[in-house]
Protein backbone atom coordinates (compact mmCIF):
# COMPACT_ATOMS: atom_id res chain seq x y z
CA UNK A 1 0.00 0.00 0.00
CA UNK A 2 1.47 3.68 -1.10
CA UNK A 3 2.00 5.71 2.16
CA UNK A 4 0.12 9.05 2.10
CA UNK A 5 3.82 11.00 3.10
CA UNK A 6 5.76 12.49 0.60
CA UNK A 7 9.04 13.64 1.89
CA UNK A 8 10.53 14.98 -1.43
CA UNK A 9 8.06 18.07 -1.63
CA UNK A 10 9.39 20.41 -3.88
CA UNK A 11 10.54 17.58 -6.17
CA UNK A 12 7.15 16.28 -6.22
CA UNK A 13 5.62 19.78 -7.01
CA UNK A 14 8.27 20.14 -9.78
CA UNK A 15 7.65 16.36 -11.32
CA UNK A 16 3.76 16.17 -10.87
CA UNK A 17 3.24 19.68 -12.29
CA UNK A 18 4.85 21.48 -15.07
CA UNK A 19 8.35 19.66 -15.21
CA UNK A 20 6.30 16.17 -15.55
CA UNK A 21 3.74 17.53 -18.76
CA UNK A 22 7.12 18.58 -20.45
CA UNK A 23 8.27 15.18 -19.82
CA UNK A 24 5.38 13.88 -21.40
CA UNK A 25 4.99 16.05 -24.60
CA UNK A 26 9.30 14.68 -25.31
CA UNK A 27 8.93 11.65 -23.91
CA UNK A 28 9.82 9.38 -27.85
CA UNK A 29 12.98 12.29 -28.01
CA UNK A 30 14.44 11.18 -24.30
CA UNK A 31 13.86 7.34 -24.55
CA UNK A 32 15.79 7.69 -27.83
CA UNK A 33 18.38 9.75 -26.06
CA UNK A 34 18.92 7.91 -23.49
CA UNK A 35 18.75 4.19 -25.47
CA UNK A 36 22.71 3.57 -25.12
CA UNK A 37 22.42 4.13 -21.40
CA UNK A 38 19.20 1.89 -21.35
CA UNK A 39 21.07 -1.05 -22.98
CA UNK A 40 24.10 -0.91 -20.10
CA UNK A 41 21.89 -0.52 -17.70
CA UNK A 42 20.12 -3.41 -18.75
CA UNK A 43 22.86 -5.70 -19.04
CA UNK A 44 24.06 -4.79 -15.70
CA UNK A 45 20.84 -5.81 -14.14
CA UNK A 46 20.57 -8.95 -15.53
CA UNK A 47 17.18 -9.28 -15.40
CA UNK A 48 15.79 -12.85 -15.05
CA UNK A 49 12.56 -14.49 -15.99
CA UNK A 50 10.27 -14.81 -12.77
CA UNK A 51 12.20 -11.87 -10.97
CA UNK A 52 10.49 -9.19 -9.40
CA UNK A 53 11.36 -5.92 -10.19
CA UNK A 54 10.64 -2.04 -8.09
CA UNK A 55 11.23 0.41 -11.08
CA UNK A 56 11.81 3.95 -9.06
CA UNK A 57 11.74 7.27 -10.81
CA UNK A 58 10.51 5.26 -14.04
CA UNK A 59 8.76 8.31 -15.44
CA UNK A 60 6.85 7.53 -18.50
CA UNK A 61 8.08 3.84 -17.77
CA UNK A 62 10.50 3.05 -20.62
CA UNK A 63 12.86 1.40 -18.37
CA UNK A 64 9.91 -0.49 -16.49
CA UNK A 65 8.35 -2.12 -19.84
CA UNK A 66 12.09 -3.21 -20.70
CA UNK A 67 12.50 -4.80 -17.42
CA UNK A 68 9.01 -6.26 -17.51
CA UNK A 69 9.80 -8.27 -20.85
CA UNK A 70 12.91 -9.65 -18.86
CA UNK A 71 11.02 -10.68 -16.13
CA UNK A 72 7.98 -12.23 -17.35
CA UNK A 73 6.05 -13.70 -15.51
CA UNK A 74 7.80 -12.08 -12.87
CA UNK A 75 5.99 -8.34 -11.42
CA UNK A 76 7.41 -5.26 -12.04
CA UNK A 77 6.17 -2.21 -10.34
CA UNK A 78 7.35 1.24 -11.30
CA UNK A 79 6.69 4.08 -9.17
CA UNK A 80 7.45 8.01 -9.34
CA UNK A 81 5.82 11.17 -8.59
CA UNK A 82 4.64 12.46 -11.74
CA UNK A 83 1.27 11.80 -11.89
CA UNK A 84 0.84 12.27 -16.04
CA UNK A 85 4.10 10.69 -16.57
CA UNK A 86 2.13 7.54 -15.07
CA UNK A 87 -0.84 7.87 -17.04
CA UNK A 88 1.58 8.07 -20.13
CA UNK A 89 3.00 4.56 -18.60
CA UNK A 90 0.32 2.76 -17.98
CA UNK A 91 -1.16 3.79 -21.75
CA UNK A 92 2.07 2.15 -22.93
CA UNK A 93 1.87 -0.88 -20.98
CA UNK A 94 -1.61 -1.49 -21.85
CA UNK A 95 -0.30 -1.29 -25.67
CA UNK A 96 2.11 -4.05 -25.24
CA UNK A 97 -0.02 -6.13 -23.05
CA UNK A 98 1.90 -5.91 -20.23
CA UNK A 99 -0.10 -7.27 -17.49
CA UNK A 100 2.30 -7.93 -14.78
CA UNK A 101 3.73 -4.72 -15.00
CA UNK A 102 2.31 -2.05 -12.77
CA UNK A 103 2.47 1.47 -11.58
CA UNK A 104 2.08 3.57 -8.39
CA UNK A 105 2.53 7.53 -7.55
CA UNK A 106 4.76 7.11 -4.83
CA UNK A 107 7.55 8.57 -3.11
CA UNK A 108 10.18 5.71 -3.03
CA UNK A 109 12.03 7.77 0.11
CA UNK A 110 9.00 7.01 2.55
CA UNK A 111 6.64 4.85 0.35
CA UNK A 112 5.85 1.66 2.58
CA UNK A 113 6.87 -1.53 0.05
CA UNK A 114 6.43 -4.76 1.51
CA UNK A 115 9.17 -6.43 2.59
CA UNK A 116 12.09 -8.56 1.05
CA UNK A 117 9.41 -8.69 -1.78
CA UNK A 118 11.44 -7.86 -4.78
CA UNK A 119 14.66 -9.14 -6.97
CA UNK A 120 15.93 -6.04 -7.88
CA UNK A 121 15.42 -2.19 -7.52
CA UNK A 122 16.00 -0.70 -11.13
CA UNK A 123 16.07 3.38 -11.55
CA UNK A 124 17.44 5.03 -14.69
CA UNK A 125 18.54 8.10 -13.73
CA UNK A 126 15.41 8.87 -11.62
CA UNK A 127 17.21 8.14 -8.25
CA UNK A 128 19.10 11.82 -8.04
CA UNK A 129 16.51 13.43 -6.41
CA UNK A 130 15.86 12.48 -2.77
CA UNK A 131 16.10 15.02 -0.37
CA UNK A 132 17.23 12.26 1.94
CA UNK A 133 19.74 9.19 0.16
CA UNK A 134 20.60 7.70 2.98
CA UNK A 135 16.93 7.24 3.97
CA UNK A 136 15.60 6.61 1.00
CA UNK A 137 17.96 3.84 0.36
CA UNK A 138 17.48 2.24 3.87
CA UNK A 139 13.86 2.19 2.51
CA UNK A 140 14.32 0.84 -0.75
CA UNK A 141 16.99 -2.13 0.78
CA UNK A 142 14.23 -3.38 2.92
CA UNK A 143 12.13 -3.84 -0.28
CA UNK A 144 14.84 -6.59 -0.90
CA UNK A 145 15.14 -10.06 -0.94
CA UNK A 146 18.26 -11.06 0.96
CA UNK A 147 20.97 -11.06 -1.25
CA UNK A 148 18.77 -8.88 -3.73
CA UNK A 149 20.58 -6.14 -6.38
CA UNK A 150 20.48 -2.87 -7.09
CA UNK A 151 21.17 -1.34 -10.26
CA UNK A 152 21.08 2.40 -10.93
CA UNK A 153 22.19 5.09 -13.26
CA UNK A 154 23.41 7.97 -12.26
CA UNK A 155 25.16 10.93 -14.16
CA UNK A 156 28.81 12.05 -13.36
CA UNK A 157 29.98 15.12 -12.27
CA UNK A 158 30.02 18.56 -13.93
CA UNK A 159 33.18 18.17 -15.64
CA UNK A 160 32.40 14.60 -17.90
CA UNK A 161 29.03 16.09 -18.84
CA UNK A 162 29.01 19.07 -21.41
CA UNK A 163 25.59 19.26 -21.99
CA UNK A 164 24.99 19.90 -18.41
CA UNK A 165 27.88 22.50 -18.30
CA UNK A 166 27.82 24.10 -21.45
CA UNK A 167 23.98 24.13 -22.15
CA UNK A 168 23.75 26.20 -17.93
CA UNK A 169 26.71 28.18 -19.26
CA UNK A 170 25.09 30.06 -21.94
CA UNK A 171 21.30 30.37 -20.39
CA UNK A 172 22.83 31.74 -17.44
CA UNK A 173 23.36 34.84 -20.24
CA UNK A 174 26.45 36.22 -18.17
CA UNK A 175 25.11 35.83 -14.36
CA UNK A 176 27.02 33.77 -11.99
CA UNK A 177 24.68 30.76 -11.97
CA UNK A 178 26.23 28.32 -9.35
CA UNK A 179 26.33 24.35 -10.41
CA UNK A 180 23.91 21.81 -9.56
CA UNK A 181 25.13 21.26 -5.92
CA UNK A 182 26.84 17.45 -5.43
CA UNK A 183 25.14 15.12 -2.79
CA UNK A 184 21.95 17.40 -2.82
CA UNK A 185 19.11 16.45 -5.00
CA UNK A 186 19.14 16.77 -8.48
CA UNK A 187 21.63 15.96 -11.60
CA UNK A 188 24.58 15.57 -9.54
CA UNK A 189 22.80 13.75 -6.34
CA UNK A 190 24.86 10.51 -7.27
CA UNK A 191 27.96 11.44 -8.94
CA UNK A 192 30.69 11.40 -6.37
CA UNK A 193 31.59 8.07 -6.28
CA UNK A 194 32.66 8.18 -2.63
CA UNK A 195 29.37 9.46 -1.06
CA UNK A 196 27.15 6.82 -2.61
CA UNK A 197 29.38 4.35 -1.85
CA UNK A 198 29.21 5.74 1.67
CA UNK A 199 25.64 6.00 1.57
CA UNK A 200 24.80 2.71 -0.24
CA UNK A 201 26.48 0.87 2.75
CA UNK A 202 24.91 2.37 5.57
CA UNK A 203 21.49 1.52 3.92
CA UNK A 204 22.94 -2.18 4.03
CA UNK A 205 24.17 -2.79 0.78
CA UNK A 206 27.34 -4.40 -0.28
CA UNK A 207 29.51 -5.52 -3.32
CA UNK A 208 28.98 -1.74 -4.16
CA UNK A 209 30.30 -1.26 -8.18
CA UNK A 210 30.36 2.36 -10.12
CA UNK A 211 31.48 1.64 -13.70
CA UNK A 212 31.78 4.27 -16.00
CA UNK A 213 29.79 4.91 -19.20
CA UNK A 214 30.18 7.66 -21.48
CA UNK A 215 28.42 8.37 -25.23
CA UNK A 216 26.57 11.41 -26.76
CA UNK A 217 23.29 12.80 -26.14
CA UNK A 218 21.38 13.57 -29.46
CA UNK A 219 19.07 16.35 -29.14
CA UNK A 220 17.50 16.16 -32.30
CA UNK A 221 18.70 15.89 -36.48
CA UNK A 222 19.00 19.24 -36.74
CA UNK A 223 20.03 22.69 -35.03
CA UNK A 224 15.84 23.77 -35.37
CA UNK A 225 14.59 20.48 -33.66
CA UNK A 226 17.34 20.86 -30.66
CA UNK A 227 16.86 24.29 -30.31
CA UNK A 228 12.74 23.62 -29.54
CA UNK A 229 13.14 20.81 -27.32
CA UNK A 230 16.11 22.51 -25.29
CA UNK A 231 14.47 25.91 -25.37
CA UNK A 232 11.26 23.97 -23.45
CA UNK A 233 13.21 22.55 -20.66
CA UNK A 234 12.35 23.41 -16.91
CA UNK A 235 15.85 24.63 -16.86
CA UNK A 236 15.85 26.78 -19.78
CA UNK A 237 12.10 28.35 -18.75
CA UNK A 238 13.38 28.76 -15.31
CA UNK A 239 17.09 30.90 -16.04
CA UNK A 240 15.43 32.60 -19.13
CA UNK A 241 12.37 34.01 -17.26
CA UNK A 242 14.79 36.38 -14.41
CA UNK A 243 16.14 37.95 -17.94
CA UNK A 244 14.41 41.34 -19.35
CA UNK A 245 13.75 41.20 -23.03
CA UNK A 246 16.93 42.32 -24.61
CA UNK A 247 18.79 39.50 -22.36
CA UNK A 248 16.43 37.07 -23.17
CA UNK A 249 16.70 37.56 -26.78
CA UNK A 250 20.57 37.73 -27.04
CA UNK A 251 20.67 34.72 -24.45
CA UNK A 252 18.64 32.36 -26.63
CA UNK A 253 20.50 33.15 -29.67
CA UNK A 254 23.77 31.96 -27.84
CA UNK A 255 21.92 29.19 -27.13
CA UNK A 256 21.31 28.75 -30.76
CA UNK A 257 24.77 29.57 -31.96
CA UNK A 258 25.96 26.46 -29.46
CA UNK A 259 23.52 24.11 -30.68
CA UNK A 260 24.88 25.12 -33.83
CA UNK A 261 28.55 24.22 -33.07
CA UNK A 262 27.77 21.05 -31.75
CA UNK A 263 25.96 19.55 -35.10
CA UNK A 264 27.57 16.85 -36.60
CA UNK A 265 26.65 14.41 -39.38
CA UNK A 266 24.31 12.41 -36.83
CA UNK A 267 22.68 15.40 -35.38
CA UNK A 268 23.12 17.87 -32.99
CA UNK A 269 24.76 16.18 -30.10
CA UNK A 270 26.64 16.36 -26.45
CA UNK A 271 28.97 14.37 -24.65
CA UNK A 272 27.96 12.99 -21.45
CA UNK A 273 28.96 10.16 -19.01
CA UNK A 274 26.85 8.49 -15.96
CA UNK A 275 28.00 6.13 -13.90
CA UNK A 276 26.15 2.34 -13.50
CA UNK A 277 25.96 1.55 -9.86
CA UNK A 278 25.50 -1.99 -9.01
CA UNK A 279 25.13 -3.77 -5.05
CA UNK A 280 23.52 -6.44 -3.24
CA UNK A 281 21.20 -6.41 -0.09
CA UNK A 282 23.25 -7.48 2.87
Given at each position: MASPTIANT????????????????????????????????????????????????????????????????GQVLGVDLSGKMLTRARERA??????????????????????????????????????????????????????????????????????????????????PVPAPPLCAPGPLGLSDPEAVRKVLS?????????????????????IEEAFEFVRGTPLASDLLADLDATNRKRTVDALRDLLARHRTDDGVSFQSSAWIVTARAG
Open positions: DQASAWDGDDGDYWVVNEARYEAMLRDYSTHLLEAAAIRPGENVLDVGCGCGGSSRAAARSARPRDEQLTHLRFEQADAQVNVFPAESVDLVLSRFGAMFFNDPAAAFRNLQRSLRPGGRLALLTWQGLERNEWIREIRHVLAGGRQAGFAQIELIAVSGPLRYGTT
